[in-house]
């Protein structure tokens, strides 16, 4: 099993559709969350931390799940700019700072 | 600040031949990486620098790869020989634990094409 999975998707919506990504990790003792998002020939860039008790960005909603280990992102009234690759970021615990990174859940939001 | 650069920004070049990647990290950062993403393998942690010392460098493919980080300012990612599956964007990033969620700032890249 993968260490940190996602659907690779394409997620293909309209605007101001809803859409949930999930992600997966295995190691139970992972401590730090996040979503970063990459654009087409771009760096990935940090879009927001998962806290355990979920947070709320705008449009963005992440939530854990440690029971299930599981992180998710919700974007609410999707725009066209938010076409890009979402990647998930889990970080172990016990001082090993290697962050590794899921492949990546493709969306593409359509007029 | 500049973020984090990465020189070239593109790079052609012949099986065989030495390529050297550059890397100036975020002014204060005390943490450098260096990934490689292909489409088929995603993006890849190769090795990773605290304080200017390789701390884990087990992601590094082969005896090919090399990495050095000389000072605090500056990195390189050495390829002696390149071969074609080499062929990737290499991405260096920099971070801080002491900065608020220890976030990763990553360069633009650097696309490599081994003919």
């Known amino acids: 099993r993968k260490e940190v999975e996602q659907d690779p998707g394409p997620f293909n919506v309209p605007e101001g559709a809803t859409v949930a990504f999930n992600c997966t990790y295995s190691?139970?003792?992972?401590?730090?969350f996040f979503w970063y998002r990459q654009d087409c020939r771009k760096e990935p860039k940090l879009l927001m931390s998962?806290?355990?008790s979920g947070n709320e960005d705008g449009r963005f909603t992440a939530q854990l799940n440690r029971a299930s280990q599981y992180i998710s992102l919700l974007i609410r009234d999707s725009k066209l700019s938010d076409s890009a690759t979402y990647l998930c970021?889990?970080?172990?615990?016990?001082?090993?700072?290697?962050?590794?990174f899921g492949r990546g859940t493709s969306l593409i939001v359509h007029p | 600040d500049a973020g984090v650069i990465q020189s070239p920004r593109h790079e052609v070049t012949e099986m065989g031949q030495e390529v050297t990647l550059r890397c100036k990290p975020i002014?204060?950062?005390?943490?450098l990486f260096w990934y490689r993403q292909t489409m088929m393998r995603g993006l890849e942690l190769l090795i990773y620098?605290?304080?200017?010392?390789?701390?884990?460098d087990s992601g590094m493919p082969e005896d090919r790869f090399s990495a050095k980080m000389p000072n605090a300012s500056f990195s390189t990612l050495k390829i002696q020989p390149s071969e074609p599956r080499d062929s990737a964007v290499y991405f260096c990033?920099?971070?801080?634990?002491?900065?608020?969620?220890?976030?990763?700032?990553f360069g633009p890249g650097t696309r490599l094409l081994v003919l």
């Open positions: 970021v889990v970080e172990p615990s016990g001082g090993s700072y290697i962050p590794t």
């Open positions: 620098f605290n304080n200017n010392v390789p701390i884990d």
């Open positions: 998962v806290y355990s």
């Open positions: 190691n139970s003792a992972s401590q730090s």
């Open positions: 002014s204060g950062h005390d943490y």
């Open positions: 990033a920099s971070s801080s634990p002491r900065s608020k969620r220890e976030t990763q700032y």
